[in-house]
Nanobody, 118 residues
Framework: QVQLVESGGGLGQPGGSLRLSCAAS????????MSWYRQVPGKERELVAH????????RYADSVKGRLTISRDNAKNTVYLEMNSLKVEGAAVYYC???????????WGPGTQVTVPS
């Protein structure tokens, strides 16, 4: 059974840091590209950060470049999102996504809420 379980969300402070984790099981994690998305009510889910299966390639939304870092540990079947210099507009539900390249299966986690009060 495929599972992606996000953790590490919660209440952050403007300028502060949070670290999100996504633990994967039920598929061959090391073969999958991994991404973090976020969504706020009334808006489409947007890509925040992406990392290739081998960690050789990463890409970020322009709005988070220099503040968020995606990484993965294939031995632990886990992908991370280090969030620094938190902004109020970064408050959202953050979702973990797995994609089997080039056109294989896609899996989503249930999401974890990040709150950054103004």
């Amino acid at each position: 059974q495929v599972q992606l379980v996000e953790s590490g969300g919660g209440l952050g402070q403007p300028g502060g840091s949070l670290r999100l984790s996504c633990a994967a099981s039920g598929f061959t994690f090391r073969r999958y590209d991994m991404s973090w998305y976020r969504q706020v009510p009334g808006k489409e889910r947007e890509l925040v950060a992406h990392i290739s299966a081998t960690s050789l390639r990463t890409r970020y939304a322009d709005s988070v470049k220099g503040r968020l870092t995606i990484s993965r540990d294939n031995a632990k079947n886990t992908v991370y999102l280090e969030m620094n210099s938190l902004k109020v507009e970064g408050a959202a539900v953050y979702y973990c996504r797995a994609d089997e390249p080039p056109y294989g299966a896609t899996y989503w986690g249930p999401g974890t809420q990040v709150t950054v009060p103004s």
